[in-house]
């Protein structure tokens, strides 16, 4: 059967988004998009697949059983995969692909609800089969290490729970400490007014958890956490990474403690964010990098000969993140689908994907205050 694949990867080119910007989607966009692609599958005559091997939340889920065939597509086209924002350019690209491929692998996190309803769960929009709420529970399963750890974590945590959730925001996001004591108080007051002994208070900030904890008798999990979407853009992204050596079946590749594999031994400084001085088959090159630490260009000292190099597909490229902060993060997520109720606040007019699709999928009852 024809069959689509929704990749989640952490690097995909600029010039493959078709939204004109360079996107991190979260644990919630890619849920988004994958139910999305459900339903279009009904309407177009496709099999859904998801394949999560270039995403640091693998190393805390069960591996899904998909046949090579269709994982050898993924690894194919991995360097050239498309990203598809808008539901006309996702239903468009499919059907021209399927026209003359049996698989098509992407990244969608496309809307289906009309944009005005967009996360409002007072329209009562969006709907979900029971088959698509298990197909999401079947990806997003926890293997032994994440149940252990789900398991150690809520030792303290009451049976019957409820979540209170606040997203201060992307500026106060993700372990920042820098917020005006304006916006504490004014969340601690809605913090005050919405809470009892069962709950459990989540937040992407973990300073405000910790100020609430201080002051309330509040039940927090101290862990990081991380958007699980974002690409940690680093030159240590080149680390145990192997890249082309021109058009040549050759490679090169960078070692700890800068040393390299370069037709031999080798080694190599950093210079700033993307150049480093390589030194190898007797010659000095410096090789600047762009800004995913994809790609390069090379140039050897004294005669300038020019040599570009592409990484060559290799998981710790696409799963170089702070996985306790990712464990975290699905901590967060597992904790809300076993909730008796959600209570989210937020600064933004629309809810958290991280939050509504949760709701949605587990039949979790949802409160929500927007625009604070």
Same mark, same amino acid.
């Given at each position: 059967?024809?069959?689509?694949?929704?990749?989640?990867?952490?690097?995909?080119?600029?010039?493959?988004?078709?939204?004109?910007?360079?996107?991190?989607?979260?644990?919630?966009?890619?849920?988004?998009?994958?139910?999305?692609?459900?339903?279009?599958?009904?309407?177009?005559?496709?099999?859904?697949?998801?394949?999560?091997?270039?995403?640091?939340?693998?190393?805390?889920?069960?591996?899904?059983?998909?046949?090579?065939?269709?994982?050898?597509?993924?690894?194919?086209?991995?360097?050239?995969?498309?990203?598809?924002?808008?539901?006309?350019?996702?239903?468009?690209?499919?059907?021209?692909?399927?026209?003359?491929?049996?698989?098509?692998?992407?990244?969608?996190?496309?809307?289906?609800?009309?944009?005005? =309803?967009? +996360? &409002?769960? %007072? #329209?009562?929009?969006?709907?979900?089969?029971?088959?698509? !709420? *298990? $197909? @999401? /529970?079947?990806?997003?399963?926890?293997?032994?290490?994440?149940?252990?750890?789900?398991?150690?974590?809520?030792?303290?945590?009451?049976?019957?729970?409820?979540?209170?959730?606040?997203?201060?925001?992307?500026?106060?996001?993700?372990?920042?400490?820098?917020?005006?004591?304006?916006?504490?108080?004014?969340?601690?007051?809605?913090?005050? =007014?919405? +809470? &009892?002994? %069962? #709950?459990?208070?989540?937040?992407?900030?973990?300073?405000? !958890? *910790? $100020? @609430? /904890?201080?002051?309330?008798?509040?039940?927090?999990?101290?862990?990081?956490?991380?958007?699980?979407?974002?690409?940690?853009?680093?030159?240590?992204?080149?680390?145990?990474?192997?890249?082309?050596?021109?058009?040549?079946?050759?490679?090169?590749?960078?070692?700890?403690?800068?040393?390299?594999?370069?037709?031999?031994?080798?080694?190599?400084?950093?210079?700033?964010?993307?150049?480093?001085?390589?030194?190898?088959?007797?010659?000095?090159?410096?090789?600047?990098?762009?800004?995913?630490?994809?790609?390069?260009?090379?140039?050897?000292?004294?005669?300038?000969?020019?040599?570009?190099?592409?990484?060559?597909?290799?998981?710790?490229?696409?799963?170089?993140?702070?996985?306790?902060?990712?464990?975290?993060?699905?901590?967060?997520?597992?904790?809300?689908?076993?909730?008796?109720?959600?209570?989210?606040?937020?600064?933004?007019?629309?809810?958290?994907?991280?939050?509504?699709?949760?709701?949605?999928?587990?039949?979790?009852?949802?409160?929500?205050?927007?625009?604070?």
């Amino acid at each position: 059967m024809k069959t689509v694949i929704n990749v989640y990867t952490k690097y995909i080119k600029p010039e493959n988004y078709d939204i004109g910007m360079i996107l991190t989607p979260g644990l919630g966009d890619f849920i988004r998009g994958t139910i999305t692609l459900l339903k279009l599958s009904k309407e177009m005559g496709f099999n859904v697949l998801v394949d999560l091997r270039y995403n640091p939340i693998s190393n805390f889920l069960k591996t899904q059983d998909i046949d090579k065939l269709y994982l050898e597509k993924v690894d194919e086209n991995l360097n050239n995969l498309n990203f598809l924002y808008f539901l006309d350019n996702l239903k468009n690209y499919i059907e021209e692909s399927l026209e003359h491929n049996d698989i098509v692998t992407l990244h969608t996190n496309a809307i289906i609800t009309p944009a005005n =309803n967009f +996360y &409002n769960i %007072n #329209t009562k929009n969006d709907s979900l089969t029971e088959d698509e !709420k *298990n $197909y @999401i /529970k079947n990806i997003f399963t926890p293997n032994d290490e994440l149940k252990k750890y789900i398991d150690e974590k809520m030792i303290n945590i009451p049976k019957n729970y409820e979540i209170i959730h606040f997203r201060l925001g992307d500026e106060y996001s993700f372990q920042s400490n820098n917020i005006p004591e304006n916006i504490l108080v004014k969340f601690e007051e809605l913090f005050k =007014n919405n +809470y &009892n002994e %069962n #709950t459990i208070l989540l937040s992407d900030n973990k300073y405000f !958890k *910790n $100020y @609430i /904890k201080s002051k309330y008798n509040v039940h927090i999990i101290d862990t990081d956490v991380e958007h699980i979407g974002n690409l940690n853009n680093s030159i240590n992204n080149i680390i145990n990474n192997k890249y082309s050596w021109g058009d040549l079946d050759l490679y090169i590749k960078f070692l700890d403690d800068f040393k390299m594999d370069a037709f031999g031994e080798g080694e190599y400084k950093i210079i700033d964010d993307y150049n480093i001085i390589a030194y190898f088959g007797c010659k000095e090159h410096h090789i600047k990098f762009n800004k995913n630490y994809t790609e390069f260009t090379s140039i050897r000292k004294d005669d300038l000969c020019i040599i570009n190099g592409k990484l060559k597909i290799i998981d710790n490229f696409y799963k170089n993140n702070n996985l306790d902060g990712i464990k975290g993060s699905l901590l967060d997520f597992f904790i809300q689908s076993n909730s008796k109720k959600i209570k989210t606040i937020s600064i933004y007019n629309w809810i958290s994907g991280f939050i509504y699709w949760n709701s949605l999928i587990y039949d979790i009852p949802i409160e929500a205050k927007l625009n604070i």
